[in-house]
Structures are given as C-alpha cells and as structure tokens.
C-alpha cells in the first residue's frame, strides 16, 4: 500500500465525484428553489446523452460544440418536463410529495421512451481527447474527468452569479421563498418556476452529454441521479456549492470503502455513514438547509 | 356519485376476472397448478397453424439482447414458413415482453400456455428468470428452450436432474468459463490472473466462479478478485487495486457494455496486460472501446457472424436493420430451428409433452446458424458444442479466430 | 382456472399487500420510504433460507421471516426516525441498496446474485389472497382507530400533533414496525410462490413502484391504494397490444393522474367495513360457485 497507490485512489475518488457533482448542481438547483427532490432530472440527462450521442457521433460535430448542442437540448428538455410533470401540480398547490411522485414517473417515463427509439444496440460517444489521460509518473489523471470537474465548476459559479448577482435571480429566489407573495409583488412566479427548469435542464444536457462520454450511452444512465440526491443531502439541501462538496465527499468514500473493504458490502457501509452523518451534522456540509416547519 | 359509479365499474372488473375462477376449488394451487392442468392438446384442427411463443425482455435493460433475439426468432420463422412450414402448416410466433420480470416471465408464460396455447416457448436469455420458470415449465408442460447459461437454469439443483421441460441451446457459462480458462492457462501462459466480475449479476458470477476453480486446479494463483454491480460505471478503484497487484491477465465476465468501460478504464489507468472476457466482447464492444487501442484482448466467441453457417443471418439484419447483429439475432435463430426440428418430427405437434420428449431426445445435429447443435438428454444442454477463442485486430474491426475448445 | 389468470390474481395480490403495507406509514403518517422492498426481501430470504437451509414447515418460517423484518425495522428504525422526512427517504432508500448489499455478500447462505432457488411451494394462489384481504382488513381497523387518526395528526402538523401530547417518535416507530412486518410477510408469501428469489427483485425501483401506486389511488384511501394496486398490476397485461410502448403508456397514464387529479383515484373515497365484508362473501360465493365454469 504505497503513497502512489493512496494519491491515485484518491484521484479516482475525486473522479467519480466530479461525476457525480455534475449530475448534484442540477438536481440542487431544483431543491433549493422548488424544494422537492427532482427524480425526472435523470430522464433528463438520459435523453441528452442521446442528444450528445447525436451531435458528436452521428453528425460529427466537436466536442465544444456539441455539449452546447447538449445544454439547449437539455434546458427545452426541462420547460417539457415541466409541462408534463409539474405545472398542474402548482395549479393544484399539491404538497411537495407529489412532484417527487410526479417526478419519478416522468424519469421513468423518458427513460422508456428512449428504449422504443434506440434500444436495439448501444451506443457510444467519440472520445473528446485524442490522448485520454494526463500521466504523472505512475498516478494518471483521465482527461475527461479533470474536464468534467472543471466544467462542473464553471457551471457552478455561473449559476450562482445568476442567482445571486441577477435580478432574474433575485426572482428566482423570491420564489423559492414563498410563491404566492411573489406573486403578489408583481412576479411571474409560473415564468420564473420554468426558467429555473430551463437551467436545470441546461445542466442536466451537459451531464448526460459528458456522462455519455465517460460511460457510453444508454437509456438508464439517468439513474445515477440517485448520486446527486445523496451528494445533495450530505452538502446541505438547498445549497449548489455544498452538492459538489458532498459529491465529491460522497465519491472518495465510495472509492476508500472499496479499497478496504471490497465494493459489494459498500452499499451497507454507505448507508451506515450517511446515517452518522445525519444525525450528527444533519445540516449538511455547507451548514444550510431548508427549514421544514418549525 | 361519479366515485361510486367509477368504483362500481372496478369491482364489476375484478368480479369478471375472478368469474373465470370456475371451480377447481383446490385449496392450494402452485404455480401452474399440476391438476387442473392439461398438456395443450391442441384444439386447432389438422392444419391450423402451429403456435410457439417468446418471452424476452425488450424494453428494459436487456432490450437489445431481447430485441435482437425477436428478430433471430422472427427470421427463422419465416424461413421455415416460405419452405413450406411445418410439414404443411404455418408457424405462428407470439411475442411477449418480460422486462426483465420473473413475475412478468411466469405470467406471460401461462399466457402462452393457456390462452394462446403455445406449444413451445423461447425464454429470456436471463438466468434468474431461466430458474423461476424452470418448475413453472415443468408443471405445464410446454418446453422452454433458450439461452441461460446459468446451469442451475436446467439442472435441478436438488435432484441434480434436469429440470424436464427446459433446454440450453448454447454451452452453459461452466463449460464457457472453463473453455478459456483453459486457454488463459495454456495458449497465453497466464501465472497469475486478477477477477473483475459484476456482483450483482448471476450471469457474471457464475463465470467468475469456475474461471476461478479452472485457473486454481492448474497452479495459477489468483492475486485479486474484485466487483462491481450493475448499475456502477466507474471501476477505477477496483481497477486500481487490481493493478497493484500486478496480474498477468484480467478475467472481466459481465455484459457488453460493462466489459467496455472496464477495459477502457484499465488502460487508462495503464495496464498492458492481458485482459481475458467471456462470450459478449463481439460487437457492440468494439464500438463502445472507440479511441482505445484494442490489444492483448481475448474473449469467448460463440456466433461468428463471417463463418459459413451465420453469414447469411448477420447479413440479413444488417441489411434490415443498419447495424452490426448482436449474438443474440443468432441464439434467437436457432432456439426457433431447435423447436421447429421436434415440431416437424412430432406426430401431433399440438402435444406439447410429445415435442418435448423430441426436443429431448431428437435435437441430433439439428442444423442451426451456429452449426450442428445436439442436445444431450442428461443435461438439456448442447453436447459436444464449442467455443472460439478470438481477438480483435487494433482497429476493432475485424475479430480473428484463434482456437476451438469443446466441452 | 386458467394458470394465466391465476398468476395474474397471484402477482396482482402480493403487489396490493405491498401497497397496503405502506399505507399506514406513507398515506397515515406521511413518511416516505424507498426501503419497504428492503423488508420484503428480509421476509422472504429469511424464510427461505428456513426452509431450503433449515428444512423447516411454513408456518415457522414465514413467522421467523416476519418476526426478522421487525427486528431490524426497530433496529433501523430506532436512529432514522429522528430524521426530518426526506433524510428519511433518502436514509431508507440506501437502506434498500444496503440490504441487497448484504444479500449479496453472504452469498453462501443467501446464493449472492444468484439467489436462493429450489424453495418449496408452500404457498398457492388462495393463501395469497386471502392473506390480502386479511390484511386490508386489518390496515382498514388501523385506520379507523384512534392509532390511525394519531398517524393522521402527525402527517398533517407534527408540531400540532406533539403540542397535543402524542408521542411522535414512538408512535412512528410503531407504524414503522407495523408497516414493515407486513411487507415481511408479503416477501415470506412470495418466495414459497414463485421459489426462486434474488437480490435485484427488491431493489428501490420496487419500493418506488409500491409508493407510485399508493399516490394513484389517493394516499388518503385505502380503498384507492387496493384498487390501483390491483389495476396497475393487471393494466401492463392489457396494454400488451402496444408492446414496446406498454411501460409508456402506463407511465402517462400515472402521470395523468397524479397531475390531473391529485387526490388520486379514490380521493378520499373509502369502502366502509361493511362494504368490505359483503364483498369478501360476494366474490367467496363466486369462487365456490358450480362446476359450470370453462377456462
């Protein structure tokens, strides 16, 4: 067990965080503003791997330009879920269990969808890097991962400028706060719940691109969204910068478990962490969470 | 009183499918009940169509084995039909979509059974459903023939008999596993090996098990033995620790997609070794590896799509379909040419039980697109069929056979 | 009667016990769990592993399966109750992957991926349902009790609830113990069915599928909860004409309601014991009915 062995399993650790951090700033962002876990992002994210899958592998198109390709899909991808899943539950004023409900259905829902169209073969992504990795002495660095990490930071600080720094922000926080007052001072609070949809699916287009990339395409990819409601949690529901944190958290434990004790009692290890973790710092990494009633 | 009327007109449902429950009345019927069960003695008339079915998933994760094989299937069937059928009468094939269920498989089984009055019924390649069914088949009567490799699928673990109406039409993944096993140890003179297998997969497990037994029995020793399940796609741990132990070869047992990103992920991580796969390294595998040098790969071959046998079938869909066939399109062929060589021989192939004790006993050299296959009685699964040994050249375009091993 | 219909009444009754079984915990009292399948499949390993490893009769084994799921909801449930309620789901939902976990690493008891196969058939069509109905009947006297309108505080205001001097977190630990015995029971029901399980049948798309259909009948009706298990069961073997787009169409189907109408089928809709026990008779009479019925 040398020091080479320990910094590339770490490496590896901080790679499927990265992953998972992609897919945890969508999904954090529709928690923090509509307070209610988005299981359809996974459907989201499986339809644009196939997007992805589209523009780089069938029309060939660079990889630049295709994951921008991926966004736009994603984010129309998202005002359609909306429609379909979520909008008549606001008419409604149905308690927030209903679009986790709601939600898992439609994920279910896209993900089928693409089974009918494309489920004869699978699919795969060309590769983004002509040299795949980044060698340091014996530790190796995938280029994809440092990307996706990267990427996903950038997003990050994008969409909290957004939120923070805009007045469409502003809204978008107001919203989240209480709907119905927001209403009441002159918002469209209806407009701003599906614009936040609209960059949620943004992400969500650039995770399934990039998740199609790293793992080939195929219509149940979406259910890694499972990853970001726990990186959610552990960084503090509600807060964007706090899911990377528990995402990448969640991602080296995963890999130190395995290490020591081997992947399939992982799981139960997992759940006994996240448990402690609960209960003793149930307000997440970043320290914030939505107060639920008193 | 909308509710009431919406409730009235459910329960008047669900009175309607118990009406059906006639009298039978015994208390406890199992799973296909034995008593009130008859073997489907056909009611078609003397030349009415023959009825087979198939039970396969095509529309969750297994749907493009599934898909593949409806296609294999369908192929035959027409092929049979255009040369005049079955001694004179039509084949007609049903298709169900299991999802990948075994409660879906067994109730789309008795479907089969009793309301289509199938007479022969090709399974889902899934092993956990090839043991659900395997008493179901046994209390109807109607054979399941396919392609679950696991052996406990036709071995009845506790009698050690074979379960009586289910046949393996391809060699099972003991006698797969032991066949490049073999190889591993004799052709690439492999000293020490590491496991990658899917934990969560019995088809992978029960693989990696005789793998193991094989290379021990002969003095190889086994330096790591690593999982991962299904769902995961990042192997990299599991990877890296394996290369630390520095094996001469990886064995990595699971399906297409896994198999890819396992060895793109150890070559990236930089491991030059060989790596040593079982039967699903064919296409897609090559296409999912793209960008990555494809060498020091030795796999299982069971459906050479080049060979004189299969060419005709890996043609066929490929002009049909626009891509490369999955071993699958073949499986399905041939589970359809297996049952149609007992219906042929059959006296009344209505009688499920007599086409079973044909598929039994007479499924000698039947002509199939991966060759001659025979069935042995004992077991219900292929005797003396091999398989290839294969590589793929660098560029993952063309796979060359190396060697033949038969069980 | 045609193995095909009672395999359809088989598979739809075992959903509907699920379902039920969530009842009083997701519909009453308003915790959401992705890990009732996780008690299922304790139910049903456990019995199992009496009867193919222990070569014990039914009845014990199912009793020690049931009495096994509520060890460890106790044990589970002692720590996660404190949690808010969707630390809950969440918790419970890795509850469910950590059960198949260790499924799958004692895999010489358990058979691992494989699963536990050649598992008698003690267990036919008739036991199931009847089971069924006994235990709607018994979630039904859950509901009606003063322990149900508790569950009922608690899922509508638990700071009202506690201020009214309910024990919260004892009484969530009951439900939660109720509810997953129940579920044991279902999963001992189904491993002397179908006498092969394994680990993946009881996965968290499982659990969700329970909570899915509790949600389509109207978590407020139990009634709404049999009938939706029921129809969702059955409705992907009339949908079969579409192949492929079955699961499509099931899904816009459940997504219709639950956007459309939210309360669920039922609504608030609720059979009165009575109502139940003259359908009980009413289908009794059916069943024993002549021998003029053909298949």
Same mark, same amino acid.
């Given at each position: ?294 | ?407 | 009667?045609?193995?095909? *219909?009672? @395999?359809?009444?088989?598979?739809? %009754? #075992? +959903?509907? !016990? ?8 997701? &519909? ?61 789901? *969440?918790? @419970?939902?890795?509850?469910?992957? %950590? #059960? +198949?976990? !260790? ?8 058979? &691992? ?69 129940? %579920? ?112």
């Amino acid at each position: 067990m040398n020091v080479t062995f320990l910094i590339q399993q770490l490496i590896n650790g901080l790679s499927r965080g990265a992953v998972y951090a992609l897919i945890a700033v969508g999904f954090a962002l529709i928690f923090s503003v509509l307070k209610f876990s988005n299981f359809g992002h996974g459907g989201l994210i499986s339809v644009s791997a196939f997007a992805g899958y589209f523009f780089a592998g069938v029309l060939k198109f660079n990889p630049v330009v295709s994951v921008i390709l991926s966004a736009v899909v994603g984010a129309l991808l998202g005002v359609l879920l909306d429609f379909i899943a979520f909008k008549n539950l606001r008419k409604h004023k149905s308690p927030s269990i209903y679009y986790f409900v709601s939600s898992i259905t439609a994920g279910i829902l896209f993900m089928n969808v693409l089974t009918i169209f494309f489920g004869t073969t699978f699919y795969s992504i060309p590769p983004f890097f002509s040299q795949p990795t980044i060698n340091l002495g014996n530790i190796i660095i995938a280029k994809l991962d440092a990307t996706i990490f990267i990427v996903c930071s950038v997003l990050l600080a994008a969409v909290m400028l957004v939120i923070n720094k805009t007045s469409l922000g502003l809204a978008l926080r107001a919203v989240s706060m209480d709907a119905d007052t927001a209403k009441l001072m002159g918002m469209n609070s209806n407009a701003v719940v599906t614009f936040t949809f609209l960059i949620a699916g943004m992400l969500a287009g650039v995770s399934g691109i990039f998740l199609g990339a790293n793992f080939t395409v195929d219509p149940f990819i979406g259910n890694m969204v499972a990853k970001g409601f726990i990186a959610s949690v552990v960084g503090g529901l509600g807060s964007l910068p706090g899911s990377i944190a528990g995402a990448l958290m969640l991602g080296v434990i995963e890999v130190i478990l395995t290490t020591a004790c081997g992947d399939i009692i992982t799981p139960a290890l997992i759940f006994v962490f996240m448990l402690i973790f609960l209960l003793i710092r149930p307000q997440g990494i970043s320290g914030k969470f939505i107060q639920e009633k008193a | 009183m909308k509710k009431r009327g919406l409730l009235a007109a459910l329960l008047a449902v669900i009175m309607i499918l118990t009406a059906g429950c006639s009298s039978e009345g015994k208390s406890s019927t199992p799973v296909g009940s034995q008593n009130s069960n008859a073997p489907s003695i056909g009611k078609t008339s003397e030349g009415g169509d023959i009825i087979i079915g198939t039970l396969l998933d095509t529309s969750a994760s297994m749907a493009a084995a599934g898909k593949a094989t409806v296609w294999g299937a369908d192929y035959a069937v027409k092929e049979i039909n255009d040369a005049g059928g079955i001694n004179g009468r039509k084949l007609k094939i049903i298709h169900y979509d299991v999802k990948g269920d075994p409660n879906e498989s067994i109730t789309a089984y008795n479907r089969l059974v009793d309301q289509d009055k199938a007479v022969a019924v090709v399974g889902p390649g899934l092993s956990n459903i090839g043991i659900a069914l395997a008493p179901v088949a046994e209390d109807k009567k109607v054979p399941i023939v396919s392609h679950f490799m696991d052996e406990r699928a036709t071995t009845n673990e506790k009698t050690k008999a074979a379960w009586k109406y289910i046949y393996l039409a391809e060699p099972s993944c003991n006698q797969q596993a032991e066949a490049i096993a073999a190889y591993s140890v004799e052709k690439l003179n492999v000293k020490t090996v590491a496991i990658l297998y899917d934990s969560s997969n019995a088809y992978s497990t029960t693989h990696a098990i005789p793998y193991q037994k094989y290379v021990e029995s002969k003095g190889v020793k086994v330096v790591a033995s690593e999982s991962f399940t299904s769902d995961a796609k990042d192997y990299k741990a599991q990877l890296t620790k394996i290369i630390s132990t520095k094996p001469d070869a990886i064995f990595v047992p699971a399906y297409a997609q896994q198999n890819a990103l396992a060895y793109k992920q150890a070559r990236e991580l930089g491991y030059t070794g060989l790596i040593i796969g079982n039967n699903t390294y064919s296409a897609p595998f090559n296409t999912l590896v793209q960008g990555t040098p494809i060498s020091n790969l030795f796999f299982i071959y069971n459906v050479d799509f080049q060979s004189a046998n299969t060419k005709f079938l890996g043609d066929a869909y490929k002009s049909a379909n626009g891509t490369d066939p999955l071993p699958n399109v073949a499986f399905g062929y041939d589970n359809v040419k297996i049952i149609a060589n007992a219906l042929k021989l059959a006296k009344n192939p209505n009688d499920s039980v007599e086409v079973n004790s044909l598929i039994e006993t007479k499924t000698t050299a039947v002509k199939t697109s991966s060759g001659p296959i025979t069935i042995d009685p004992t077991t219900h699964r292929p005797s003396g069929m091999g398989v290839f040994i294969a590589k793929w050249d660098e560029s993952g375009k063309k796979i060359s056979l190396l060697d033949y091993y038969k069980s | 009667m045609s193995s095909f *219909l009672l @395999s359809l009444i088989t598979f739809s %009754a #075992i +959903t509907v !016990i699920g379902v039920v079984s969530i009842f009083p915990l997701t &519909g009453l009292t308003g915790l959401f769990s992705f890990g009732q399948a996780a008690y299922m499949a304790i139910g049903a390993y456990v019995a199992g592993i009496c009867a193919v490893q222990l070569n014990m009769t039914v009845i014990p084994c199912i009793l020690i399966g049931v009495l096994t799921a509520g060890l460890v909801s106790i044990i589970i449930g002692i720590p996660t109750l404190k949690l808010r309620t969707d630390y809950f789901a *969440l918790i @419970s939902m890795c509850l469910g992957e %950590a #059960i +198949t976990a !260790i499924l799958r690493k004692f895999s010489t008891v358990t058979g &691992g991926a494989g699963g536990l196969s050649n598992i008698p058939n003690y267990v036919g069509t008739t036991a199931i349902v009847i089971s069924a109905i006994v235990i709607i009947a018994i979630v039904a006297c859950f509901k009606n009790s003063s322990f149900g309108r508790m569950s009922l505080a608690i899922k509508n205001d638990e700071l009202a609830a506690k201020s009214f001097g309910i024990n919260v977190y004892s009484h969530k630990l009951k439900v939660y113990l109720f509810t997953s015995m129940i %579920a044991g029971y279902c999963g001992g029901l189904y491993a002397f069915y179908i006498r092969f399980i394994d680990p993946s049948m009881f996965g968290w798309t499982k659990s969700s599928e329970w909570v899915i259909f509790l949600f389509f009948g109207g978590i407020n009706s139990l009634t709404g909860s049999v009938i939706s298990a029921i129809l969702l069961s059955v409705l992907p073997e009339f949908l079969r004409f579409a192949t492929e787009a079955r699961i499509v169409m099931y899904s816009i189907l459940i997504l219709l309601v639950i956007n459309f109408r939210p309360q669920g089928l039922l609504g608030e809709y609720e059979l009165s014991l009575e109502s139940i026990k003259k359908l009980f008779h009413k289908s009794k009479k059916l069943q024993g009915g002549g021998n003029n019925g053909t298949t």
